[in-house]
């Protein structure tokens, strides 16, 4: 099934873009924007090992002071006061 859809108040810049990118592609704008979409929205696999180690980095990387859960109960309710 097919959708149509209109795009309004595009910036320049980005009309500019994808004019661009549509040419060098070899493509129509519709058919850039609806690759673009599809890009973007496409599910990203992610590598559990790989966003773990980078949590570890992080979180070796820390200088601040250590937080209990109250510290961050407390910071909880203040942000939603």
């Known amino acids: ?13 980005i009309y500019r873009r994808v004019k661009l990118a549509a ?30 180690e980078a949590a570890r980095r992080l979180r070796a990387s820390f200088r601040g002071p250590e937080l209990q859960i109250d510290d961050l109960t407390i910071a909880i309710a203040r942000d939603r006061a």
């Open 1 to 13: 099934m097919s959708t149509s859809l209109t795009l309004k108040s595009i910036p320049e810049p």
């Open 23 to 52: 040419a060098r592609n070899h493509r129509s704008m519709n058919s850039e924007i609806i690759a673009c979409l599809e890009q973007a929205l496409a599910p990203h696999p992610v590598d559990p090992v790989a966003s773990l």
